[in-house]
């Protein structure tokens, strides 16, 4: 990714000015061609921890590194000149302490080329947030069904439901008022997120939250088919690329067997013979 190429690219306070506009696109990528397909289309591509689940077979986010998110960031960054890119801060690189995520976050973003983080939690990573952003660290909060927390919550539930609807809500105020310059809202019910979304001055960009936020994210493996371990209610598949795959492999398999691949437009002609110089 070089300077120029990045010039387009919106920053976190024209996405924060989007409040209330034009829904704000966004699809998590993890490697270049994903990227190169989704540049002209998204405005946000973020680098989601999803990658550890959908790309290593992980059986949660918990285990992805920052080794694995500087090299997909790495990736995602040179399909990218138009969409803002956005990286998530993996489990553990931040919870300990506002140096830790400072230290972390603007290695991923030095490393990546990314403009801004995310990061998980509402109330308890306000200050978090303020401190990273105070010093020249875009935001991006995520707050309801928090996948880094998945051991704590005790499954990926709805959450905000009943009493924690008040919960959900002051995490919202806490981040918006922390600097965060936008929210992801994941798997919360449709009227909280619609309340949530007219009662703070930042986007929220739901998944699994309601047509009435801000934005709209989606993890592209899940909405291309892709990932078939399970699909989310919330996710809407726009195509079946995983079946596509499955049967073209299959097709080259058959034809390996029967030895109708390579076919002669895939081979190479032998060197024409030398003529003997005459004697
Ligand atoms: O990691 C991810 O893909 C995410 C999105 C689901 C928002 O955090």
């Not at 306070?13 to 989007?18: F, P």
């Not at 694995?68 to 956005?86: Q, T």
């Not at 609807?165 to 929210?183: C, N, P, R, Y």
């Amino acid at each position: 990714m070089s300077a120029t190429a990045r010039q387009t690219a919106p920053m976190p306070v024209d996405i924060k000015s989007r409040k209330g506009g034009e829904p704000i696109v966004s699809l998590t990528a993890y490697t270049t061609p994903m990227a190169q397909m989704m540049d002209a289309h998204c405005d946000i591509v973020l680098v989601g921890d999803s990658v550890g689940m959908v790309l290593h077979g992980l059986p949660s986010t918990l285990e992805v590194t920052m080794e694995m998110m500087i090299l997909h960031g790495r990736a995602v960054s040179r399909g990218l000149s138009r969409a803002m890119m956005v990286i998530d801060m993996p489990f553990g690189s931040y919870e300990q302490s506002s140096e830790q995520a400072f230290e972390n976050a603007a290695q991923l973003m030095r490393e990546t080329g990314a403009g801004a983080v995310k990061l998980e939690g509402g109330q308890h990573m306000a200050q978090t947030i303020e401190f990273l952003v105070q010093r020249g660290i875009p935001v991006m909060a995520h707050i309801g069904l928090t996948p880094q927390s998945i051991n704590t919550l005790g499954g990926y539930k709805v959450q905000g439901r009943g009493p924690q609807a008040e919960v959900l809500m002051q995490d919202a105020k806490a981040v918006a008022a922390a600097g965060a310059f936008s929210v992801v809202l994941e798997k919360t019910p449709q009227g909280l997120s619609d309340e949530i979304t007219a009662s703070i001055d930042i986007p929220t960009i739901g998944i699994g939250a309601s047509a009435g936020c801000d934005g709209q994210i989606l993890v592209v493996d899940d909405m291309l088919g892709l990932f078939t371990a399970f699909k989310a209610k919330f996710v809407k598949r726009y195509a079946d690329l995983g079946d596509l795959g499955e049967a073209a492999i299959a097709a080259y398999a058959a034809d390996v067997r029967a030895r109708r691949f390579p076919g002669p437009e895939h081979v190479f002609a032998d060197a024409a013979p030398k003529v003997k110089a005459a004697q």
